[in-house]
């Protein structure tokens, strides 16, 4: 106390006393804020096969339209990020987080009344734009409020919030369907939306980038583009069962030209969306890389396990909210924790074991049959939300610490970014297995039905049985046949994911950095310390 320069350079008077004091608050309602954007897919994933089921109860929609449903969202919250980054860092990350939480709610008070597919499809990409500007500028405020020190408490406390909504969402959804029409799942986002507008109103600082870059739209758009092209590509082919039709084709070499322009004009641009001089760093790319192999996996097996639990093992929508209770908890117990285990061990050995039981759980899927013991699944859930917690508390940690801190908004976007682009591969890649491994394995047992409502049955399983239950006593013949055949094709799915997760363990394995000795730690603190002061 007597001779504060000694404590000058390793803290530094860089937060405000002020809004030191209710950081801790602040955390809290950043949190809310990523708890809508979050809960509203884990949610949906619950209320997928009500959404599929025909009017009045839910829209009839066929599974590649459910995957657009929640592809819509995240292609335009990807495509976004960087911008949306970029314009909190100009024009202040709690402006733009309050104006995204306002579209975000209105985008899903229009999604609970769509009266088809393509308005639930149109009015999910509105939510996609809202969250777009919610997740990158909640990371940043924290990055912001917190000193360096505290920040990797903080952000595993943040990465716990993902875990809450994930075991929140499916819950609250099977209550809703319980009890309400469908459209309830994103009408319960309203009232959510308006109380943490109120608490931001109150509680936030507004923070924003000295020296912000300039908004790239030739970037935003090529990039949007190319990723739609190629996830259309991918979600026809499984639809039609057969990637190589000349459509399917055309349209993912499409998507990857547009992709690759759009490589190339980020290099040569003087202001772009996404710095690839970043890449050049091989921990920055392992870690990215392994946020989006994660999310690959684990969006495509969310994805089919719900028709798992609803359509072949009978339970309801609150069941299946309850059953994925385990993911959660894993993940709100081990994320804050998972920073000890880094300290004791270093990120490659933490995430590389992480990487490992997710592969190694998704493999299990391929064990479950119909008459599986159900604890089983709720072991496979539990180590998967263990695997998960130890892979994105250190990984974000590493991503957010290779940038400087006034570049917070480009750092969480670029996490985030390829989180959602892997998630949005996954359902579709996956979806598509899935869809194709189906089809497979069920067209044969089609052959009494006339050929228009063959092909509309061969698409998923709840196709199959809204057939069959048109058929009446008829129809009772496919129901079992239904149920082999998507076994099956989850089974293939499964171990296609357990592939996916296998590429990011070898990757994290070479590439992340192990545990560094104690003096090079303090030389990169004080490397920082000189760099920012």
Same mark, same amino acid.
């Given at each position: ?40 897919? *884990? ?34 919250? #990807? ?51 809202? !969250? #777009? ?31 809450? $909504? ?74 039609? $069962?057969?990637?190589?039709? $000349? ?40 870690? @990215?890389? !392994? @946020? ?96 998960? #917690? ?22 969480? !976007? ?17 979806? *598509?297995?899935? *869809? ?5 394995? @069920? ?91």
């Amino acid at each position: 106390m007597t001779n504060p320069a000694d404590r000058a350079a390793p803290t530094g008077p860089r937060i405000p006393e002020a809004v030191h004091r209710r950081r801790w608050a602040i955390l809290g309602v950043l949190m809310l804020s990523l708890l809508i954007v979050v809960l509203d897919n *884990s949610i949906l994933n619950v209320a997928i096969k009500t959404i599929s089921t025909p009017a009045p109860t839910g829209l009839g929609a066929t599974q590649s339209e459910l995957e657009w449903a929640i592809n819509a969202y995240t292609l335009v919250f #990807a495509g976004l990020l960087f911008t949306a980054g970029l314009l909190g860092d100009r024009l202040g990350r709690k402006k733009v987080l309050l104006g995204g939480l306002a579209v975000f709610g209105i985008g899903s008070a229009l999604a609970a009344f769509s009266g088809s597919p393509g308005e639930l499809i149109a009015f999910r990409a509105v939510m996609g734009l809202g !969250a #777009a500007f919610v997740m990158p500028a909640t990371l940043a405020v924290l990055m912001n409020v917190f000193e360096r020190e505290e920040q990797p408490k903080a952000i595993g406390i943040w990465a716990g919030g993902v875990g809450l $909504a994930i075991a929140i969402g499916p819950i609250t959804g099977g209550v809703l369907l319980d009890h309400f029409w469908w459209g309830s799942v994103f009408l319960i986002n309203v009232p959510i939306v308006l109380l943490a507008l109120a608490l931001m109103l109150w509680l936030v600082p507004d923070s924003r980038d000295p020296k912000p870059g300039r908004v790239d739209p030739v970037g935003v758009v090529l990039s949007v583009v190319g990723l739609v092209l190629l996830v259309y590509g991918i979600i026809k082919g499984g639809q039609l $069962a057969d990637f190589t039709d $000349a459509t399917v084709l055309s349209t993912i070499g499409a998507g990857l030209a547009v992709l690759v322009a759009f490589v190339v004009f980020e290099k040569r641009s003087d202001h772009p969306s996404i710095d690839v001089t970043y890449f050049k760093n091989k921990v920055f790319s392992s870690a @990215i890389a !392994a @946020i989006a192999l994660v999310f690959f996996a684990l969006m495509g097996v969310t994805f089919f396990s719900v028709f798992y639990t609803q359509s072949v093992r009978g339970y309801s929508p609150l069941q299946t909210g309850l059953l994925m209770l385990p993911l959660a908890a894993a993940q709100m117990i081990f994320a804050p924790r998972a920073r000890l285990l880094v300290d004791r061990f270093g990120n490659k050995a933490t995430t590389t074991a992480g990487m490992l039981v997710i592969a190694a759980m998704l493999a299990a899927f391929a064990t479950l049959e119909a008459d599986t013991p159900i604890w089983i699944l709720e072991v496979i859930f539990f180590l998967m939300g263990t695997g998960m #917690a130890h892979i994105m508390t250190p990984v974000s940690v590493v991503i957010m610490q290779a940038l400087p801190r006034e570049k917070a908004g480009s750092a969480s !976007a670029l996490s985030n970014t390829f989180r959602q682009v892997g998630g949005a591969l996954g359902i579709a890649v996956l979806g *598509s297995v899935l *869809s194709t491994a189906y089809r497979t394995g @069920i067209e044969d047992k089609l052959g009494t039905l006339p050929p228009a409502v063959r092909h509309t049955a061969g698409e998923s399983i709840e196709a199959t049985l809204g057939v069959a239950a048109k058929l009446g006593p008829e129809g009772k013949t496919l129901v079992t046949p239904a149920y082999d055949a998507f076994l099956h094709a989850m089974h293939v799915t499964a171990l296609w994911g357990a592939g996916v997760a296998l590429v990011g363990t070898v990757v994290v394995a070479l590439f992340l950095p192990g545990k560094p000795p104690a003096p090079q730690q303090g030389e990169e603190e004080k490397e920082l310390s000189d760099t920012r002061s």
